[in-house]
T-cell receptor, first 115, second 116 residues
Framework: NAGVTQTPKFQVLKTGQSMTLQCAQDMNHNSMYWYRQDPGMGLRLIYYSASEGTTDKGEVPNGYNVSRLNKREFSLRLESAAPSQTSVYFC??????????????FGPGTRLLVL | AQSVSQHNHHVILSEAASLELGCNYSYGGTVNLFWYVQYPGQHLQLLLKYFSGDPLVKGIKGFEAEFIKSKFSFNLRKPSVQWSDTAEYFCAARGGYGGSQGNLIFGKGTKLSVKP
């Protein structure tokens, strides 16, 4: 079980370039999430997918798009990167076996620098 | 709006000192509460969680947290910290019970530095 995996680990982009951050989980979880982490801001939710085939905006969706390709994979796309999108991006998946048993698992993160 | 507040931005302790990190939330109804830890260069890991029942929750690595409903608080404690506890700690909350699709709201985090 690899858990939640993310690629790439690190990326440098120029302003205006596009890229896709990949996330996959092998735990058969229904829900998946994308967060960004900025110093002093904690984690903020960008987009989430409650189940395969559905996606919804989180707190800070502007400048991003997502695709829930299948149950395993949830990608985050930056169409035209901006310096304000310099951040560490975490993907997460959530299991809900029953009341009180929920756990959210995080990937190792992608560190993105936009010049 | 729902929010989670962590009042300490950076806490510096010596080894063996006791730790208490504050967390307050603003939710009107049932709330689920979590503490996550992020060691340097690593991803977030769950320390402990509270859903219902005993308000004193024990987690991994000797951490515990107490849910005080009247104070809207869920403070994290450890009687004696070690250098290896140096990390950033995040409190998170989610309104609703169990199966709702409510999303986690995170606090801004508290950095803990433990001096050997």
């Amino acid at each position: 079980n690899a858990g939640v995996t993310q690629t790439p680990k690190f990326q440098v982009l120029k302003t205006g370039q596009s890229m896709t951050l990949q996330c996959a989980q092998d735990m058969n979880h229904n829900s998946m999430y994308w967060y960004r982490q900025d110093p002093g801001m904690g984690l903020r939710l960008i987009y989430y997918s409650a189940s395969e085939g559905t996606t919804d905006k989180g707190e800070v969706p502007n400048g991003y798009n997502v695709s829930r390709l299948n149950k395993r994979e949830f990608s985050l796309r930056l169409e035209s990167a901006a310096p304000s999108q310099t951040s560490v991006y975490f993907c997460a998946s959530r299991v809900f076996p029953g009341p009180g048993q929920e756990t959210q698992y995080f990937g190792p993160g992608t560190r993105l620098l936009v010049l | 709006a729902q929010s989670v507040s962590q009042h300490n931005h950076h806490v510096i302790l010596s080894e063996a000192a006791s730790l208490e990190l504050g967390c307050n939330y603003s939710y009107g109804g049932t709330v689920n509460l979590f503490w996550y830890v992020q060691y340097p260069g690593q991803h977030l890991q769950l320390l402990l969680k509270y859903f219902s029942g005993d308000p004193l929750v024990k987690g991994i690595k000797g951490f515990e947290a107490e849910f005080i409903k009247s104070k809207f608080s869920f403070n994290l404690r450890k009687p004696s910290v070690q250098w290896s506890d140096t990390a950033e700690y995040f409190c998170a909350a989610r309104g609703g019970y169990g199966g709702s699709q409510g999303n986690l709201i995170f606090g801004k985090g508290t950095k803990l530095s433990v001096k050997p």
